[in-house]
């Protein structure tokens, strides 16, 4: 009778389903591709951010170097601070800061949102710089104006106008993000022979370090001061170059200044292929407040949007 009933325990306990145990590697093919990382990249050109204080001893209204109030200037760090939180980006290339005193100010009001930033600070007084914010600590920066020495076609030597600032920062999946801030010379008492070897040797340096870098995100970004089919633009982007993130909008959605009543594109984010990601198509957009700036600028914005695929393991 006690074999019958232990029997009978036995196949009781057989009958019952165990609890299913779950495959982590179930419905996942070997070299298939995880879900892609979305990052977003940024570039605003502010317009004349200058400090509290005359550096060049020449800040008279009619003099290029102003200087803002105490008030006044804290209310324009607050007015960026609020446009740049607005894009949600993740890394943004950013012109016309004067000094360090600037940038701080912008990003003790990023605190909790983009809290690490860069300045390519050219040393001259009153200058007016490029900048780099990100919400990932800056790994490594590199500055390129007194590592380059440029030509122009008619054979003198120049240099960048401003900083080529490179920054490197982590994209949240782990992958490396290359962003290159520019801004190049501007046509108010003209220098396109600068212009045209400023994008050569910018292309140069890009694809140099994406070509070095097949695992990152290679990016530029910057007022480039020339529209698309200009000779530095193509120099930038011809042959293979470099590609134009807001090329595949229409023509009326890609100016970013207004210059005698028309529209045009100016500021530019530019990608350097590698196997990393790729531009979310139609991703790119401009940033207006009113028909002729934004934020206080006489800029518009500019951002788009790029996925990074990273192989499983």
Known sequence: MRSLLFATAVLSLLACEAPPVEDPDAGVD??????????????????????????????????????LAPAAFDARATQLAQAISGFEADVVALQEFEDQACLDAVTSRLAGVMPYGALGEIGTAGSVDVAILSKTPLEKVVGHRDLERLVRPDGSRTNFSREFLEAHVRAADGTEVVLFAAHFRSKVMDDPGRRLAEAQVSRRIVMDTAAALPGALVVMAGDLNDTPGSPPMEALTANGGLLRVAADLPVTEQSTYVWNGRGEAIDHILQAATPAGQVVPRSARTWKDGSRGFAGSDHFALTADFEIARPLP
């Open 30 to 67: 070997a070299g298939t591709e995880a879900p892609p990382t979305r990052l977003r990249v940024a570039t605003f050109n502010v317009k004349l951010f200058f400090d509290s204080i005359c550096q060049s001893g020449s800040c008279a209204a009619a003099d290029f170097e102003q200087v």
